[in-house]
């Protein structure tokens, strides 16, 4: 069993950043890759980026690509999600979730979730 809580969220103005946190507790953290996803009111949850267990391989949906950053500090059991250039589009939830590879994550292969933490962003 693994518990993941995010913290960070909170309302940004367009063009601004933020970063987000998971961390998790009862489980091996560094054996597994680590994702973000989002879920804006009306849609579907959708994929952000994933990062590897060793950190050394990143994924990026094409719609963050350039403006987000995944990172994670294995020794802090904690992923981080660096937000920049954020668009009043980018407005959700985000959530952080475990899983085997980050590759098989980008298809929403995941066994843990956390709650997720609201990201609002003003025009």
């Known amino acids: 069993q693994v518990q993941l809580v995010e913290s960070g969220g909170g309302l940004v103005q367009a063009g601004g950043s933020v970063r987000l946190s998971c961390t998790a507790s009862?489980?091996?953290?560094?054996?597994?890759?680590v994702g973000w996803f989002r879920q804006a009111p009306g849609k579907e949850r959708e994929f952000v980026a994933a990062?590897?267990?060793?950190?050394?391989?990143?994924y990026y949906a094409d719609s963050t690509k350039g403006r987000f950053t995944i990172s994670r500090d294995n020794a802090k059991n904690t992923a981080y999600l660096q937000m920049s250039s954020l668009k009043q589009e980018d407005t959700a939830v985000y959530l952080c979730?475990?899983?085997?590879?980050?590759?098989?994550?980008?298809?929403?292969?995941?066994?843990?979730w956390g709650q997720g933490t609201q990201v609002t962003v003003s025009s």
């Open positions: 979730a475990t899983g085997p590879t980050g590759a098989t994550m980008r298809m929403g292969a995941c066994d843990y």
């Open positions: 990062i590897s267990w060793s950190g050394s391989i990143t």
């Open positions: 009862g489980r091996t953290f560094r054996n597994y890759a």
